[in-house]
Antibody, heavy 119, light 107 residues
Framework: QLQLELSGPGLVKPSETLSLTCTVS??????????WGWIRQPPGKGLEWIGSIYKSGNTYYNPSLKSRVAISVDTSKNQFYLNLTSVTAADTAVFYC???????????WGQGTLVTVSS | EIVMTQSPATLSVSPGERATLSCRASQSVSRNLAWYQQKPGQAPRLLIYGASTREPGIPARFSGSESGTEFTLTISSLQSEDFATYYC?????????FGQGTKVEIK
């Protein structure tokens, strides 16, 4: 059964870099033909797609975040990663990792983790 | 960027009744529209994609339809587990964008 487990700090200081890891079990990123992605949801608000990555390392980013986002993958560890630089309080959100079913449709989501940006 | 507008923001429905949720796109998204269900403290769950194709395992009481830039999610007979927030998402244009959500609450 597919599981996506998110890990990373729950508190990040302003201007620093937010780093999260998504560990996939029950499927192999290296054998998968699907993309994997990151989505965030500010408290009490809607969803925002951050970016997606393929096993080859090919990435797509939301233009609104592109200058600050880097998504990478390590197929040997069956993990993919999110780095968001120069964070501010506006980046406080629940972050999700997910599998892309097709295009930007997400068919399986990790549990989500709240990351708070505060000094 | 395409703006997705959902209405109403909150829908009060009694169990067993029909719920109709709307989602309007600011421009054509073809049928590239998905619906998700989210319960408090949980990740979203994909219900429908391609405007009307149910994800495997989703009950038949959930159905989606499309008329131009207007999309509808219908829950034919609300069950207790259906009270949640529902989001539409267009994935026709870059970047895919979500609506602000409709909360379905118990009347």
């Amino acid at each position: 059964q597919l599981q996506l487990e998110l890990s990373g700090p729950g508190l990040v200081k302003p201007s620093e870099t937010l780093s999260l890891t998504c560990t996939v079990s029950g499927d192999s990123i290296s054998r998968s033909t699907q993309y994997w992605g990151w989505i965030r949801q500010p408290p009490g608000k809607g969803l925002e797609w951050i970016g997606s990555i393929y096993k080859s390392g090919n990435t797509y980013y939301n233009p609104s975040l592109k200058s600050r986002v880097a998504i990478s993958v390590d197929t040997s560890k069956n993990q993919f990663y999110l780095n968001l630089t120069s964070v501010t309080a506006a980046d406080t959100a629940v972050f999700y990792c997910a599998r892309v079913k097709q295009q930007l449709v997400f068919d399986f989501w990790g549990q989500g983790t709240l990351v708070t940006v505060s000094s | 960027e395409i703006v997705m507008t959902q209405s109403p923001a909150t829908l009060s429905v009694s169990p067993g009744e029909r719920a109709t949720l709307s989602c309007r796109a600011s421009q054509s998204v073809s049928r590239n529209l998905a619906w998700y269900q989210q319960k408090p403290g949980q990740a979203p769950r994909l219900l429908i994609y391609g405007a009307s194709t149910r994800e495997p395992g989703i009950p038949a009481r959930f159905s989606g339809s499309e008329s131009g830039t207007e999309f509808t999610l219908t829950i034919s007979s609300l069950q207790s587990e259906d009270f949640a927030t529902y989001y539409c998402q267009q994935y026709n244009n870059w970047p895919g964008t979500f609506g602000q959500g409709t909360k379905v609450e118990i009347k």
